[in-house]
């Protein structure tokens, strides 16, 4: 079974302070991940994703995550926080070759950004 | 990149009535498409599978009478709200995955607001 688990329901910063949102899964094959950003009555934007391809992947606006097997985490960072960053971001999860399977979504991280 | 567009936006009805709202993929074939749910800063919780040209596949838990969906071909799946009460006040989002299927990019409608008054 697949799982995602987001550790921190919410995260603040100050602007211009490096960002860290931690995500854990738990997948029985190897697994596609994607990060996801929502503003406020929005619908979802993908900011990155890792697909078997290089470790660190590389997203809009300045985000990047890691893909680590051996700790089975994708976090998110990035390393100087904007006040329009703020929004709820969503780790989500699928296993390879899952045909139609839906996404695996966490319970997302609220980030909050202060001038 | 690929565009689904969801409509409407917003959308306010009374109780007892029935709302339909509309999901596109505009520039790529879906056979698959996903409704969720999404409750006050809270995760989406899946609805349902929608596929087209066949019976969408409801999650357990979610009345398929009371949320109908139609998935009547590649670019358009629709899910209606029928009967409305208060309590399916909500934001519905749908997503996409073109017909490649498999572990692609999962494009997000805007979500649509329902207010059940």
Redesign the interface.
């Known amino acids: 079974a697949q799982s995602v688990t987001q550790l921190d329901s919410h995260v603040s910063v100050s602007e211009g302070t490096p960002v860290l949102l931690r995500c854990n899964y738990s997948s029985s094959y190897s697994p596609s991940l994607f990060w996801y950003v929502q503003h406020p009555n929005k619908g979802l934007q993908l900011l990155l994703k890792y697909t078997s391809a290089a470790t660190l992947v590389k997203g809009i606006n300045g985000f990047e995550a890691e893909f680590k097997k051996s700790e089975t985490s994708f976090h998110l960072t990035k390393p100087s926080a904007h006040m329009s960053d703020a929004a709820e971001y969503f780790c989500v999860v699928i296993p390879a070759y899952s045909g139609n399977t839906p996404l695996v979504f966490g319970k997302g991280t609220r980030l909050s950004v202060i001038a | 990149g690929a565009v689904?567009s969801?409509h409407p936006s917003r959308v306010i009805c009374k109780s007892g009535t029935s709302v339909k709202i509309e999901c596109r993929s505009l520039d790529f074939q879906a056979?698959?498409m996903?409704w969720y749910r999404q409750f006050p800063?809270?995760?989406?919780m899946?609805m349902a599978?929608s596929n087209e040209g066949s019976k969408a596949t409801y999650e357990q838990g979610v009345e398929k009478d009371k949320f109908l969906i139609n998935h009547a071909s590649l670019t358009l799946s629709t899910l209606t709200v029928t009967s409305a009460h208060p309590e399916d006040s909500s934001?519905y989002?749908c997503?996409a995955?073109s017909t490649g299927?498999?572990?692609g990019?999962?494009?997000?409608?805007?979500?649509s607001?329902l207010t059940v008054l």
């Open positions: 689904v969801q056979t698959t996903f800063k809270q995760s989406l899946l599978t934001f989002i997503s995955r299927g498999g572990t990019e999962l494009f997000f409608g805007e979500g607001r």
